[in-house]
């Protein structure tokens, strides 16, 4: 459409000027007249779609002008163009940092995702013309590096048992996020979120935490059992310690082969009004000498 009205347009300029007249004039003028406002309108403003802001850079010059936010907007183009556009949307990026080093030297595989916005005009002045060749296409690459430094900064700072300790984790997402804002705020971006996946380690430092946790666990539980058996004891009477007492020492001799004989009762019937005995044979056997 545009290259038939172009050429319609020399086409009449051309009779113009060989024929004269004042209505080819009058038709080549007003013709000209269109294809100006046409060319303007069309080349003259920039439509940054919603949620997105244009960069846009001096031709002449080639260098960063400014950043347009969504909208219809008027754009000299003799001198300026749109060259990219940046989301201004919610943004995600996700990784694993390898070989974070702890206080401690142990190194550690760490996944982890962030979720980000990004505004343009937050921007400093000085670091608009670097980002606004960045941005629209380094994004990702921008948090993804920032992200990852701030973790091994965090981790750097923590033992393996403070990383391993309950709630570690949501400790960990709060410092990297709030060091990974105060980074990036400069940049344009919010950090809406940053999440730590899971974490990796050394087989053999896993196996020995493992250890630890497992005497914890039974160290707790023969607390507990003690207590309760405490707690059991302390209801007994001084009759009641006394026989366990006993007992304790009757199973402490039987563990060193200490037999005890205790008398036992017989069934015998005795005359009445007289106690009732066992009776022991002490019968002896005359010994002979060896005189006849």
């Not at 294809?35 to 080639?62: A, C, D």
């Not at 960063?64 to 300026?80: D, K, M, Q």
């Not at 053999?204 to 023969?222: G, I, P, S, Y």
Request: aromatic letters at 6%.
């Amino acid at each position: 459409m545009f290259k038939l009205f172009v050429i319609l347009t020399v086409g009449m300029l051309g009779a113009a000027a060989a024929w004269g007249g004042l209505v080819l004039w009058g038709t080549a003028v007003s013709l000209v007249t269109l294809l100006s406002v046409w060319t303007y309108s069309r080349h003259g403003f920039l439509h940054i779609p919603e949620m997105e802001v244009g960069v846009v850079f001096n031709k002449q010059q080639q260098a960063f002008a400014r950043f347009v936010p969504s909208g219809r907007h008027h754009i000299n183009p003799f001198i300026e163009e749109l060259t990219h556009t940046i989301p201004t949307g919610s943004g995600s990026a996700n990784g694993r940092c390898l070989g974070a080093q702890t206080n401690g030297g142990i190194s550690l595989d760490v996944e982890w995702n962030i979720n980000y916005d990004i505004d343009p005009f937050q921007i400093k002045p000085a670091a608009r013309p670097k980002l606004a060749r960045n941005l629209p296409k380094k994004a990702n690459s921008i948090v993804t590096k920032h992200l990852e430094n701030c973790l091994r900064h965090v981790i750097g700072e923590m033992t393996i048992d403070q990383i391993c300790e309950p709630g570690a984790t949501r400790r960990l997402e709060r410092a990297v996020r709030q060091q990974l804002t105060a980074r990036l705020a400069e940049a344009g971006f919010s950090v809406s979120r940053v999440m730590v996946g899971a974490i990796d380690m050394p087989r053999h430092v896993k196996a020995a935490l493992e250890a630890v946790q497992e005497r914890a666990v039974q160290t707790e539980n023969e607390a507990r059992a003690l207590a309760r058996l405490h707690e059991v004891v302390s209801q007994f009477s001084e009759a009641d310690m006394q026989r366990l007492m006993e007992l304790e020492r009757i199973h402490t001799l039987g563990q060193n082969g200490v037999t005890l004989v205790y008398p036992t009762a017989v069934n015998h019937t005795a005359p009445a009004g007289r106690p009732s005995y066992t009776r022991i044979n002490n019968t002896r056997t005359p010994l002979r000498t060896g005189l006849s």
